[in-house]
């Protein structure tokens, strides 16, 4: 199976994405996750995106790119992926989506993950005060999502003209998000 989560900054991405993967027996690419180990390792790309990322606006395009499709490939020839976090602009979707076709490795389903903003607001502020992310102050939480309905949003549309968005109700406890989502996706029993 190959997925996409997509959703605002809070809304679960991480979370559903560990736990679906594992119960599909697919990989998680996180786009964060990867960045953000660029920057733990000091390498030329993780000194590039550092300061845009503490600022909570996107990384350019063709970086992400660059970054992401060789992790997606490779997992599509283990069998399968869920991708959070990208692509995040329509200029990602559009060159992800060439790539993909010349590689007969094109999304099936896009999870949108829909929760009130001030649902994702307490929650990014609940884990600021555990993990102590640089991008979870209230200030550039509330410019992740400016930023999101901005430039990630149009996505909605990018792929509900293919025929691929589900839309979830990402407001309730965990549990019930997971169980959502696996109905929507026709998942079956684990
Ligand atoms: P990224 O790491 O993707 O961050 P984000 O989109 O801001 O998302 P978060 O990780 O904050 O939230 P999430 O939706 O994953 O929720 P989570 O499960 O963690 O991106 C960070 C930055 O990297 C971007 O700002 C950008 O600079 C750069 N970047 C990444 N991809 C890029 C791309 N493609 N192009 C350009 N730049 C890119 O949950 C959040 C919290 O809520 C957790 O504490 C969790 O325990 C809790 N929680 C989750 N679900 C629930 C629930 N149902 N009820 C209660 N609490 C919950």
Not at 42 to 56: C, F, I, K, S, Y
Not at 100 to 128: G, N, Y
Not at 150 to 155: G, S
């Amino acid at each position: 199976m190959r997925l996409l989560l997509l959703g605002a900054p809070g809304s679960g991405k991480g979370t559903q994405a560990t736990m679906l993967a594992k119960r599909l027996g697919i990989e998680h690419l996180s786009s964060g996750d990867l960045l953000r180990l660029e920057i733990e390792r000091r390498t030329p790309l993780g000194a590039q995106v550092g300061d845009l990322m503490a600022a909570g606006d996107l990384v350019p395009d063709e970086l992400v790119i660059d970054l992401m499709m060789p992790y997606v490939e490779a997992a599509n020839d283990r069998g399968g992926w869920l991708v959070d976090g990208f692509p995040r602009t329509l200029g990602q979707a559009e060159r992800a989506y060439e790539l993909a076709r010349a590689r007969d490795a094109l999304l099936e389903r896009v999870v949108h993950l829909v929760a009130d903003a001030d649902q994702l607001v307490d929650r990014l502020l609940a884990r600021a005060h555990k993990e102590g992310r640089a991008d979870d102050t209230e200030a550039t939480i509330r410019h992740r999502m400016e930023v999101y309905t901005k430039q990630t949003e149009p996505l909605k549309q990018f792929y509900a003209d293919r025929g691929l968005l589900l839309e979830v109700d990402a407001n309730g406890p965990v549990e019930q998000v997971n169980a959502e989502i696996i109905a929507g996706l026709g998942a079956g029993a684990a």
